[in-house]
């Protein structure tokens, strides 16, 4: 069964500073992986896709990058700011479901 | 072109009620996926829907719960006999395919809190 763990669970940073959020799964056969974003009592919007074939995405300040064959992901957020505090999920599609890791929160401090 | 929508947003059930959120697919989607998302959890997979089929159901609880999407009108998750236990945020997301490079396009919740 497809396990999917982030760590850091909660990171907090001040404003600028660059960080990146790691994502691990145990099962490589995916179809793709995709990151969150999820601000509380909210839903989830979508931040970035990465095909099982792809090595990295790229929007913005944000830029994901994919190992299948080591099992994972890393969301890099260049000069974060205060508007990025939210939690952060990594979703891991394998054809009928995704599988969700329970997320990092991130604190941005002004 | 409306995203996917979910309703209502709250909805509260006393222990022993029926529950029934709505969720309607984006324009050009068919197919419907159903997550819950308990207090201090993860999102987890209950049900994928397609037109009037069940395709996986591998994450719905045995009892109590049922899926449907029919070939009109949203999808429809039905939670019958509440428990407190039930109380949780439920997802809904569309997507125009499983074929490898299509998304899943998420929906704001229903938040149901049983008493």
């Known amino acids: 069964k497809q396990e999917v763990t982030q760590i850091p669970a909660a990171l907090s940073v001040p404003e600028g500073e660059n960080l990146v959020l790691n994502c691990s799964f145990t099962?490589?056969?995916?179809?793709?992986l995709q990151w969150f974003r999820q601000d509380p009592g909210k839903g989830l919007t979508s931040l970035l896709l990465i095909q099982s074939s792809q090595r990295e995405q790229t929007s913005g300040r944000l830029n994901a990058s994919l190992d299948k064959s080591s099992g994972r992901s890393t969301l890099y957020i260049a000069a974060s700011q205060p508007g990025d505090s939210a939690t952060y999920l990594c979703?891991?599609?394998?054809?009928?479901?995704?599988?969700f890791g329970t997320g990092t929160s991130l604190t941005v401090i002004p | 072109n409306a995203g996917v929508m979910q309703n209502p947003r709250h909805l509260v059930r006393r222990r022993g009620q029926e529950a029934r959120l709505r969720c309607s697919p984006m324009?050009?989607?068919?197919?419907v996926y159903w997550y819950r998302q308990l207090p201090e959890e993860g999102l987890k997979f209950m049900v994928y829907l397609q037109k009037e089929n069940i395709i996986d159901e591998s994450g719905m609880p045995k009892e109590r719960f049922s899926a449907e999407f029919p070939k009109e009108g949203p999808s429809i998750l039905r939670i019958q006999q509440v428990v407190r236990g039930d109380s949780a945020a439920y997802f809904c997301?569309?997507?125009?395919?499983?074929?490898?490079?299509?998304?899943?396009?998420f929906g704001p919740g229903t938040r149901l809190t049983v008493t």
């Open positions: 324009k050009g989607h068919s197919h």
């Open positions: 099962d490589s056969a995916i179809y793709n």
């Open positions: 979703a891991v599609n394998t054809g009928n479901q995704f599988y």
């Open positions: 997301a569309s997507s125009p395919s499983t074929r490898q490079g299509y998304e899943q396009y």
